[in-house]
């Protein structure tokens, strides 16, 4: 494949940056790749294992002449980090990000960018619940969505080019405004993920189930738990708090709905309950039908897996 951008700067060297470099590199999309992260230790463990062309000690350094700034910091630090290159930042350069809550990157980094600069926000929704220099690889977004949430006049050739970076990674492009955006992924990820914790939490509340048999007897579901649970907290604690609007009105819709369950099962009202699973039921099958869910295994169903 040949090269989208000619200077890419990646700032924050963990995830999503490491395996962004990786799939890059492999596939020959960039020409230099600069990255920068805050820690002394982070930029160290960089260079040890190649990643990125040249590690930056500042960002001004990372971004200077870069045609693409991707920020892939936790996002509660995307504004300090934005004010800081801004003075830095090539004129027509693009920044994007890879936040996982648009509405408030949006509103703090957008200020921070000078005129003729293109920001183009991105999430993509793919992941894992390690972080760090040290955990990326490159086939991470294959299949995978990445959105694209244009803000009001974004440059259509900016995000084209963005669209056509991601693709080449393997990742199926969308775009989404901001405000929908947040209320999906607190519906996909973000309450789920605080399900997960406070499961976790349960169980180790429950002294009367030790440790050892929470693991040895762990099903398929609490299993997805605990990993999800084992993700990184400085991430999940800037999604909570920046996402916090569309994540207490899915939670307050998810108590609502468990309490009706809670009833159902004191008052031993079966009926309830099986209309109800069967309702999830159909949903899970409409997705699999669909050919929607990229990671179900592809037991020979029409569409199957996304190439
Ligand atoms: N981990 C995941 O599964 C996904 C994460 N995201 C988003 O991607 C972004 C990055 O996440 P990961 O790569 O998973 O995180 P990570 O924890 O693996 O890496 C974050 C990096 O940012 C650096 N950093 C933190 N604060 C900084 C600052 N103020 N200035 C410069 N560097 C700083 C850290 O040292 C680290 O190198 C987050 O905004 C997250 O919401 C998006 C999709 C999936
Ligand atoms: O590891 C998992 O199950 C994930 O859900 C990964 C993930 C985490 C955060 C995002 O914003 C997008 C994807």
Excluded at 22 to 46: F, P
Excluded at 125 to 142: D, I, K, M, V, W
Aim: hydrophobic residues 40%.
């Amino acid at each position: 494949m040949s090269v989208i951008y000619d200077r890419v700067a990646l700032i924050g060297l963990g995830l999503i940056a490491s395996s962004m470099y990786w799939a890059m590199k492999r596939d020959g999309l960039a020409g230099e790749v600069t990255g920068y992260a805050r820690s002394e230790d982070t930029r160290n463990t960089a260079r040890e294992i190649g990643l990125c062309d040249r590690v930056c000690d500042s960002i001004a350094e990372a971004v200077e002449g870069a045609d693409l700034v991707v920020l892939c910091v936790p996002v509660g630090a995307m504004g300090a980090v934005a004010a800081e290159m801004a003075p830095h930042l090539k004129p027509g350069a693009t920044v994007s990000d890879v936040g996982s809550v648009k509405v408030n990157v949006i509103e703090t980094v957008g200020p921070h960018l000078p005129e003729g600069v293109h920001f183009v926000p991105a999430h993509p929704l793919a992941g894992t619940e390690h972080s760090g220099p040290r955990s990326g690889f490159p086939e991470l977004f294959a299949n995978r969505w990445l959105l694209i949430v244009p803000v009001e006049g974004s440059d259509r050739d900016a995000v084209d080019r963005l669209r056509s970076l991601w693709e080449a990674m393997g990742s199926n492009v969308a775009e989404m405004d901001a405000e929908h955006h947040d209320l999906v992924v607190a519906v996909t990820s973000h309450a789920p993920h605080l399900i997960a914790y406070t499961m976790v939490g349960v169980a180790d509340d429950l002294r009367r189930v030790t440790d050892s048999e929470v693991i040895k007897y762990s099903a398929g579901g609490f299993r997805d738990f605990t990993r999800i649970a084992a993700s990184d907290p400085t991430m999940w604690r800037d999604v909570f708090l920046t996402n916090k609007d569309a994540t207490l009105e899915i939670l307050g819709r998810f108590t609502e709905e468990l309490f009706a369950l809670q009833r159902a099962i004191r008052q031993g009202d079966g009926e309830h309950l099986h209309a109800y699973f069967t309702r999830t039921r159909a949903i899970r099958r409409g997705i699999i039908e669909a050919g929607q869910d990229t990671d179900a295994p592809d037991f020979g169903r029409a569409g199957g897996r996304k190439k």
